[in-house]
Each structure stands twice: as C-alpha cells, then as structure tokens.
C-alpha cells in the first residue's frame, strides 16, 4: 500500500467520524426533553371559577375554595379547593400579586397540571401553576 492510499484512507476515516458525530448531535437534539427552565411552557388544564371561601391556617398556608363557572366544561362547574402561596404564578391585569389580593366573589382562571381529578366535592386539587383574576377590579 502506497503513502498516497494510506493518506486516503485517514482523510476518509476522518470524514466518516465527523460525518457521523454531527449526525448523531442531530438526532439528539431532536430527542432531547424540551424543558429548559427559561423557556418552558406551562401544559395544563384551565377554567374559570368564583371565590367562595379563603382560609388560613395557623402554620401561615392559605386555602381556597371556589366554585367552577356555568361557561366551563361540565367536569369543571363543581366545587373546588387548592393551597395557595406567593410562590405561585398569581396574577391580575398582567400585574404579580399577593395572596392576600384575592377577596371572595372574585372570578378567578385556575390552571393546574393535575393528571386525574377525584370524584369527591371539593375536589382538591394538588398542582395548581397559575392563578389570575379576571374581575376589573381587585
């Protein structure tokens, strides 16, 4: 075998690795989870509910109770109770707000990540992301 064959072949070897590398970091990519903190999207259920209860508790957690709208599917006009805390995604008009914001009457959306709901009343439920009040004023 000739130098010349032999430098052939190396440059080809060479090729099929990088060819190969660069393959493979493409179909990673494109199995790899999409769940960057940055840009993840919040999946889950969303309706629409009124306050009609807030309680807190001595060790400082709240608790709502609320009552699913007549405009939401017929699974989500049922009554309804979550833990609530400022660490939440809470919101009204755009604006980040306080527990202590929310006020019994408000209609309230509810997005939750919950994979199963109960059949009991109220039904808790255990994830909730997101909560926003939809009334003109606070």
Known sequence: ???KQKVFIVIGMIVIIGVS???????G??????NDLAIRKVVGQTFYANIESIKQYNDGSFHINVKGLEINDINYRGNFTFKVDNSMDMT????KIKVSDFKVGNNIA???TDEMLT??????????????????ER
């Open 1 to 3: 075998m000739s130098s």
């Open 21 to 27: 590398f660069v393959v493979g970091l493409f179909i």
């Open 29 to 34: 990519q494109q199995n790899a989870p999409k």
């Open 92 to 95: 009204w008009r755009g604006e």
């Open 110 to 112: 509810i997005t939750f």
């Open 119 to 136: 059949s009991i009343s109220p039904t808790p439920l255990t994830e909730v992301v997101k909560i926003q009040i939809l009334d003109d």
